[in-house]
């Protein structure tokens, strides 16, 4: 089998020997694959890799290579199998590492290090090696072996502590909020400036990625002001000090509609089109004082008159007279009636052997001369087994049936 | 001198490289990194100062912008009024020899003045990286539309999933639009100057907030195009052995799940039955392993109640302990006090100190550690125009006066 590479990608020509699962670290590989790096993401059918196995699923139907959630962050990579627990995938692995700029793994502190795949090994194999490690919580100190997902993250890192309705319990996220930015990002803007450096100056080096201290920066300006003021922020819910009108109402059919007015020019687009509205001519309204000084009674006011509205049809008549004003998009109306999304190309639909057509997300930043993009289906489980271990590393087609029949490539 | 060991012995990755930054509250984290990472970034700010500048928290004695103060560590100010012809022949001659630009601008708001991208890349070195940042994008039929934090949520997807079933889908706290714009535009940004440093060849970088947000909804766009099912809201303790518990000295967060990592659940219902509480045996019942049963409110009412015998009479450190030693995921509840007092983040001396104004703060530590390119530590935030003679005055004399 044959795979090509789009040559003329920011991202052509490195390549990356991927250990990262779960649902942080393939998000960052899967951008460098999508700008054109051959990422090789490594596998093993002895411990999948947990969103392989949690769905959704197409159709519906379970499978390990059925998993939207898999494929969504793993689609532009090569995929390839390694049972670790044997010597000999242990010594493929090694053999690959000389042939990669990057070498990334997000497991627990040490667990690569054991295998002879930790930093000091790789570097000896690679000296010029940008050699990555996503530990949850760092890879040294008294909660090093400690394991976590997203969820525990936001509690952990304070961000569930500050996320609630106005005098209510803590809410927190509704997903696993680090997973899908802060940690993959972070990540990511590590290796680049790790390649940057190499350029200039030949050397390689070691990035750690702790996904707590990442997840903290999101804090950053909270944490100092407790620390200067020993101020801790109570939740607010939807509500604003900045801005009356402001935030999120019900609308027609079950909808909800967020609206956040700041400035008088957009008090006064919102003025005229609830024109006939008492509180739209109250001029205790004209000034932002006077709406801020007047927030409870103006919200209540406001979201009666938005809730018996189409919230699709009054965004458009908002927005035309240049007031922030938007639906609350669900998954269903972002892929099916957003036209921005659809004119901008942002979901991408490609043909997955198994699965049929997926809908993959695209990426969020379009780079006007080399713009990176999804460039093949996320593999299946081992599919360019072949290609890297007989093409790439010249493993003959009988050490590969051995090995296949003693489960290295399980 | 303390300054000796924060210089590093080897350059930093961004060295060298002039960013010229007018990003806003929506996105600046993504200069902030760039700061970090060693990038002479000049801040262009209007007569009369950042908007940016009385963001909140403030600090309590000076009312400084402490948003401000955090994103813009270690960065040089210029004001220019882009509103006069002055103003604009500054912007052009500093823009036109930068290696980054990275704006926030209103589509259109830079093209009215003569001093937008297509104006300006002509004339700059092939190498020029420019990042545009805007609500939806600089493309489009709603190019132009309006957004802050709240609506880019909305719009974007996010909102839909946090918040309780019965009540409105809430806000994440804290600008958190930012710092996932931020995060990838600035991955956007060096991937251009990557290409760039090898090429020779700078280009255009178009970040849309709303699909930045909308690339940040965990499977939510897969679960409806793969299943058909519109991910909504969910209850705070969504499952049987899912949610917050009390402890004597606040509360644990118990994620004792039998889907994702099924062993948390069942090693959770053993300890619960060698610790010999109340009830537990039943919890062996496999209807217990039941998703639909699992999140029942029955099921939840239940093992919420098993649970909450064990875990009240203990702290939520020793908690934290017991439970990760049985393999049961979990994380004690922190609020921002809570953060500086974890032992891990004290063991590998995360937080930093760094003057504001002219008290001592902590700061956060790094968002990741490299071992040849430290980031640049937090530093000083400079006053408004505080650098405007000194970096025109890098552009030649003419652009001196335009600065008088």
Known sequence: MSVTFRQNLPLSGVRVLDFTWGGAGPFATKAMADH??????????????????????????????????????????????????????????????????????????????????????????????????????????????????????????????????????????????????????????????????????????????????STLCLLGPHILAYSLD?????????????????????????????????TDAQWAGLARVAEGQGWASDPRHATASGRLGNAAALNAAVAAWIEPQDGFTLMERLQQARVPAGMVQTAKDLVERDPQLAARGHFVSLHHAEMGPVVYNGVPYHLSDTPGTIQRSAPLLGEHNDLVFREWLGVDQADIARMTAEDVFK | MAMTSRTPLTPRPLDGVRVLDMADRSCVYATKMLADMGADVVRIEPPGGDPMRHVKPLDGASGESLFHVFMNTNKRSVMLDLDTPQGQAAFRRLAGAAGIVVESCAPGYLAERGIAYADIAGQAPRELVWTSITPFGSQGPRADWLADDLIIQAMGGLLTLTGLPEREPLKLFGEQSCYITGLHAAAGTLMAHWHAVRTGRGQHVDVSAQECITHTLESAIQVYTTEGIVRSRQPGRVEAGVGMFPCVDGEIFVYANARMIASSWHNMVKWLKEEKIEGAEQLDDPKWVDLTFRRSAEARRIAGEIITKLTETRSKYQLYDQLQQRHILCAPMSRIGDLFNNPQLKFLNWFTDQAVGERMATWPGPPFRMSETPRRPPGWVAGLGRDTEAVLGEHGPAMKEAAE
């Open chain 1, 36 to 213: 054109g790096a051959e990422v090789l993401k490594v596998e093993t059918a002895t411990h999948f890799d947990f969103p392989r196995t949690m769905g959704p699923y197409a159709g519906g139907i379970k499978g390990f290579n059925r998993s939207a959630y898999f494929t969504n962050r793993n689609a532009s990579k090569l995929g390839i199998t390694l049972n670790m627990k044997t010597k000999q995938a242990v010594e493929l692995a090694r053999r690959l590492v000389p042939t990669c700029d990057v070498v990334i793994n997000n497991f627990r502190a040490g667990v690569l290090e054991r295998l002879g795949l930790g930093y000091q090994d790789c570097s000896s194999l690679r000296p010029d090696v940008i050699y990555v490690s996503m530990p949850l919580q760092g890879n040294a100190g008294p909660q090093a072996g400690y394991s976590g997902v997203g969820h525990t993250l936001n509690v952990m890192a304070g961000i569930y502590g500050v996320t609630g309705y106005r005098g209510g319990p803590m809410i927190g996220p509704g997903t696993n909020y680090p997973d899908h930015s802060v940690n993959p990002g972070h990540g990511l803007v590590a290796i680049l400036a790790a390649l940057l450096h190499r350029r200039r100056t030949g050397r390689g080096q070691y990035v750690e990625v702790s996904q707590l201290e």
């Open chain 1, 230 to 262: 020993r101020a801790t922020p109570e939740p607010t819910g939807n509500e604003s000090d900045e801005a009356a009108p402001y935030g999120v109402f019900p609308c027609a059919e079950g909808g909800w509609f967020a609206l956040s007015v700041s």
